[in-house]
């Protein structure tokens, strides 16, 4: 598609269970990043990858938070024994990664509520 | 580490009247600034982008001067309407290394426009 595709947009979930985001991003992209944003906040940073590879995981904010895009294209972010303080939105945007001055582009978000 | 701080709100401005929305940052380095602006019930998307210092960045009669000097990048518009109601969100990106960038968020201004 023309942009960052995100699924579920909606998910609602009961604490303690595991729950999985996909984001397919804008096509050609080779930097995906992964930001959850809290309501009235802004997109605070998870993780970054440039290819395959995670070149920055320091946002992710604890084990049961964890990433992979095995084919340089489509991540998944796994949330595992998911708590109440989970819920919120979860953006992921694309860009090209050959200049700092890119754009980044978001998806709509997946909105995670834990019950 | 890299920072943006923005004023905070909720801004409410008369139509047509003028709007600063107040951005400062902290980088080590050159980063490039953003405004992006979040519509209701939409995603992020870009407003405008400095790369470099003393740049301007425009966009739908928006503007941003990134001024090295005093680590700013003020967002202004010399007559808002109603439709420019939106959070607005400073960021900018800060470069990991061979040829990888993250972008840090502030943590957004809403602003209401009223008719």
């Known amino acids: ?115 | 580490g890299n920072s943006v701080t923005q004023m905070e709100g909720p801004v409410t401005l008369s139509e047509e009247a003028f709007l600063t929305i107040n951005c400062t940052y902290t980088a080590t380095g050159y980063p490039s600034l953003f405004w992006y602006v979040q519509y209701p019930g939409e995603g992020l998307q870009l407003l405008l982008k400095a790369t470099k210092a003393d740049d301007k960045g425009s966009n739908k009669g928006f503007e941003a001067t990134y001024r090295k000097e005093t680590t700013s990048f003020h967002l202004e518009k010399g007559s808002v309407q109603v439709s420019d109601s939106a959070v607005y969100f400073c960021a900018l990106s800060d470069h990991l290394g061979s040829g990888t960038y993250k972008y840090i968020f502030g943590t957004g201004t809403r602003l209401k426009v009223l008719a």
Do not use: M
């Not at chain 1, 992209?29 to 990858?49: D, K, N, V």
């Not at chain 1, 995670?54 to 024994?81: C, H, M, W, Y």
């Open chain 1, 1 to 115: 598609g023309a942009g960052v595709s995100q699924t579920p947009s909606n998910k609602v979930t009961e604490k303690g269970k595991y729950v999985e985001l996909r984001c397919d991003p804008i096509s050609g992209h080779t930097a995906l990043y992964w930001y959850r944003q809290s309501l009235g906040q802004g997109p605070e940073f998870l993780i970054y990858f440039q290819g395959t590879g995670a070149a920055d995981d320091s946002g992710l904010p604890n084990d049961r938070f964890f990433a992979v895009r095995p084919e340089g294209s489509v991540s998944t972010l796994k949330i595992q024994r998911t708590e109440r303080g989970d819920s919120a939105v979860y953006l992921c945007a694309s860009s090209p990664t050959d200049n700092p001055g890119n754009t980044i582009y978001f998806g709509e978000g997946s909105w995670l509520t834990v019950v």
